[in-house]
C-alpha cells in the first residue's frame, strides 16, 4: 500500500463507529421484539377473529348438539380435567424436586 | 475458534431461531455497516437508522445466507439496497438542498481540512462509486467481496474503485505514486 492509500485509510478511519456499540446493538434488539410482538398480536388476533366468526356462523349447528350431550358427558368430562390437573401439579412438583436435588 | 468459524456458528444459531446469536452478530457487524453507510451516505444520523433498518431486515432473511458466505458482505449488501431505496424515497428534498448548496458561496478552500474535503470529494461521486470506495479502500473488502456486497461485475467494481480512488487523491491534492 503506497502513502496516498495509507493517507485515504487514515482519514476514513476518523469516521468508523466504535468497534462495540451496546447502545446501538440493544436498540437493534429492541426494535426487532417490538416488531415480532406486533406481529404475533396481529396473527392471534387474526385467528381470535376468524375462530369468533367460525363459533358465531356454526352456533345454530353447534347450540342444540352441545345442549344434547352436555348432561351425559359431564362427569367425565369432570373427571377428565380432575386427572389432567393432578398430573399438572405432581409432575411440575417432580420438576421441581428434581432441580432442588440437582 | 476462528472469526469466520464463530461468524458461520452464529449465524447457525440465528437461522435456528435464536436471537442471542443475532445479537451477537450485531456486536460483530455493526461497525462494519455503520461506517460504510456512513460513507456511502455522508449524513451519520441517517446512517445510524439504516443501519438499524438494515439488521431488521437481515433477522427475517437470515435462513437465505449461504452457509460460508461473508456475513459482513451480505449485510452490506442489505445496508446499500437500504440505502438506495432512502435516496430515491428523498430525492425531492435532495434536490431542495443541492439547489441551496449551489447558490450557497463555497467556504475558503484554506478553512476545509482534509476530511470535509474527503466527505465533499465522496458525495461527489456517483453512488455505486462511492459505495466500491466505501468498501474497498475504507473497509479492507477484497473487489470480489464488494463485488458481491453490491451485486455488481467484479470489472465494474475495480474500474469504481480505480475512478473513485483518482477523484478523492485529486480532491485531497495528493500526489499519486505508482505502486
Known amino acids: ?102 | 475458534m476462528k472469526l469466520e468459524g464463530l461468524d458461520e456458528s452464529l449465524v447457525a444459531a440465528a437461522q435456528a431461531g435464536s436471537t442471542e446469536a443475532f445479537s451477537r452478530l450485531i456486536e460483530r457487524h455493526q461497525q462494519a455497516v455503520r461506517a460504510f453507510l456512513r460513507r456511502a451516505c455522508g449524513d451519520w444520523a441517517l446512517a445510524d437508522d439504516l443501519a438499524q433498518e438494515t439488521f431488521l431486515a437481515a433477522w427475517p432473511r437470515i435462513g437465505r445466507l449461504r452457509a460460508g458466505g461473508s456475513v459482513r458482505a451480505w449485510l452490506c449488501g442489505i445496508a446499500h439496497r437500504k440505502h438506495l431505496t432512502a435516496r430515491r424515497s428523498a430525492g425531492r428534498s435532495r434536490t431542495r438542498e443541492a439547489t441551496y448548496e449551489a447558490e450557497r458561496t463555497p467556504p475558503a478552500r484554506e478553512a476545509l481540512d482534509d476530511r470535509i474535503t474527503l466527505e465533499t470529494a465522496m458525495a461527489d461521486l456517483p453512488p455505486d462509486q462511492r459505495a466500491c470506495v466505501a468498501l474497498c479502500l475504507a473497509a479492507d473488502f477484497s473487489h470480489a467481496e464488494a463485488a458481491e456486497a453490491l451485486d455488481l461485475p467484479l470489472g465494474t467494481v475495480k474500474s469504481h474503485v480505480t475512478r473513485g480512488r483518482a477523484r478523492l487523491l485529486v480532491a485531497l491534492g495528493v500526489q499519486d505514486e505508482p505502486c
Open chain 1, 1 to 102: 500500500m503506497n502513502p496516498a492509500d495509507d493517507r485515504l485509510k487514515a482519514l476514513f478511519a476518523q469516521d468508523a463507529p466504535p468497534l462495540r456499540d451496546p447502545v446501538f446493538q440493544a436498540a437493534v434488539m429492541q426494535r426487532l421484539a417490538k416488531r415480532r410482538c406486533v406481529q404475533d398480536l396481529a396473527f392471534l388476533g387474526g385467528v381470535s377473529a376468524l375462530g369468533g366468526l367460525a363459533m358465531w356462523a356454526l352456533w345454530p349447528i353447534l347450540q342444540p348438539v352441545l345442549t344434547a350431550i352436555s348432561g351425559p358427558l359431564a362427569p367425565g368430562a369432570a373427571a377428565l380435567a380432575a386427572a389432567l390437573s393432578a398430573v399438572a401439579i405432581l409432575g411440575g412438583f417432580g420438576d421441581h424436586a428434581a432441580s432442588a436435588d440437582a
